[in-house]
């Protein structure tokens, strides 16, 4: 074998990508279609990626005996160190998960490598002093050029490589399996299945998915329409019924009020109860008991020393990473800094929309961002929020994948649908716009509450009378929670 010296290299994560590609079919088709042999440093890690690749040519699996019976036809077999070897680099693998990582470590050994390599060569020729340095000059350029061009991440993307999983930013399973999974889904289940996380609401379930893997989901509205609470209803819904984790990055109140928020949102009981101490002895044992649960429930929040865009990405990236957190809030935009200096608050705003869309991206976790509306909803009759009345800038329409308002007309006429809230999905990038959702408001508790039910003889919801004794969570009638 080797020694693990000399050029840029890296044996173990050489290694690691042999190892997943043979015992991983999705890392098989990843690596195979981005890597070359001239990749690996390794004599005998090469010998296997040219059969490994060429398995994945020809469609057939990446299977051990397989390999090594391709091996032995060219006498190479030997070579690598036999089955036993084979055998330790799957065992050695361990998990695929990273497979994605430990193929851009390798392409960077592999180019500080054959950069170095090609300079080299450069210094040698310019040294035996050439009749035309200038020739020389160039074709080092058109070199150095196309091995960047390789090993670009901004290299363009072919739909083929989209198609199998290789370059897909959501998930390396070819897409077509992908769909044949929810086709068969729907046909065992009788139900559409959802990507991303449901909200638990009917209304926007039923139509859409908002928490879609990579989205950035803005919640605006005027001040006291209940933006927060319905992000504590959601995140709660997920960390309660679908069991996942949710981080909140809480700039405008302190993480003891926001437990207080979800306990009177579990509970049913007014905050204003719940601050002042005016309860029973009921109320009381029916808070014990919503602590109990709480203290479990994969919920994580930052009050603290998260002002900055720079801050939340550090700590949302820990997050994923520790967590694996399914859904990030952010409360809210406008109270965030940039971390420097810009011509103005609008630059400023735009630079801080953009990084929470690529943070999205990134981590491939939806973020649902708090954001407020110009005074001019107060202005215009009807109160009926519009996208230009997205506060501070106007990027944050283009970066959002979603934006919801949120209008609750008894604020401003008591008599005008008491205790009714209106989603209006005014962006929908991936999905449709249905107007509007209607949703019961408590504003003592803080509960969104779903007014649609669904039964088994029917298909589509039918409207049914608010009572009290509502199920704690919206999910009544969510055609995927059955």
Do not use: W
């Not at 060429?54 to 160190?81: F, S």
């Amino acid at each position: 074998m080797s020694a693990n010296t000399g050029p840029p290299h890296s044996k173990e994560s050489e290694m690691m990508v042999l190892g997943c590609m043979l015992s991983n079919r999705h890392a098989h088709s990843t690596a195979a279609s981005v890597l070359e042999s001239s990749d690996f440093f390794f004599d005998e890690h090469k010998l296997i990626f040219q059969v490994l690749r060429r398995l994945y040519r020809e469609e057939k699996p990446a299977e051990i005996h397989l390999t090594a019976e391709e091996l032995k036809k060219n006498d190479h077999l030997q070579a690598i160190g036999g089955v036993a070897y084979l055998t330790g680099l799957a065992q050695f693998a361990g998990t695929s998960a990273h497979i994605h990582e430990y193929i851009e470590i390798l392409k960077a050994k592999s180019f500080n490598r054959q950069a170095s390599l090609l300079l080299e060569e450069a210094k040698k020729a310019f040294f035996s002093d050439p009749p035309d340095p200038t020739d020389v000059a160039e074709k080092v350029h058109r070199r150095l050029h196309d091995l960047g061009k390789r090993f670009s991440n901004s290299e363009k993307t072919s739909i083929g490589e989209i198609l199998s999983g290789a370059k897909s930013r959501i998930d390396p399973i070819p897409l077509i399996e992908r769909i044949e999974e929810r086709q068969q889904y729907f046909k065992i289940h009788k139900k559409p299945f959802m990507t991303g996380v449901p909200t638990g609401y009917f209304e926007i379930d039923n139509e859409t998915t908002i928490l879609e893997e990579t989205n950035l989901v803005v919640v605006a509205a005027r001040p006291a329409m209940g933006k927060t609470a319905f992000a504590i209803n959601i995140a709660n819904y997920v960390c309660a019924e679908k069991k996942k984790a949710v981080g909140i990055f809480s700039l405008e109140m302190g993480a003891d009020q926001l437990v207080e928020r979800f306990l009177s949102l579990r509970t049913g009981i007014p905050g204003e109860k719940i601050k002042r101490g005016s309860l029973s002895d009921i109320d009381m044992m029916r808070i014990k008991e919503q602590e109990s649960f709480l203290r479990t429930a994969k919920l994580f929040i930052h009050d603290q020393n998260c002002g900055s865009i720079t801050q939340i990405i550090a700590k949302a990236k820990t997050l994923k990473e520790e967590e694996d957190v399914s859904l990030i809030i952010v409360d809210y935009l406008q109270l965030l800094s940039g971390g420097g200096h810009t011509e103005s608050r609008q630059y400023e705003v735009a630079e801080i929309s953009r990084k929470l869309k690529l943070l999205a991206m990134e981590i491939k976790t939806p973020i649902m961002c708090i954001s407020q509306l110009s005074r001019k909803v107060e202005e215009r009759q009807g109160h009926r929020p519009m996208m230009s009345d997205l506060r501070d800038s106007g990027q944050i329409e283009q970066d959002s994948d979603v934006v919801i308002f949120i209008q609750r007309r008894d604020y401003y006429d008591p008599l005008d649908k008491p205790g009714m809230a209106e989603l209006i999905i005014a962006k929908n990038r991936n999905g449709g716009t249905t107007p509007s959702f209607e949703l019961h408001f408590d504003g003592k508790s803080g509960k969104f509450s779903s007014q649609l039910r669904e039964t088994p003889r029917q298909t589509r919801p039918v409207r049914q009378p608010y009572r009290d004794e509502e199920p704690l969570f919206a999910e009544v009638g969510h055609p995927l929670l059955r």
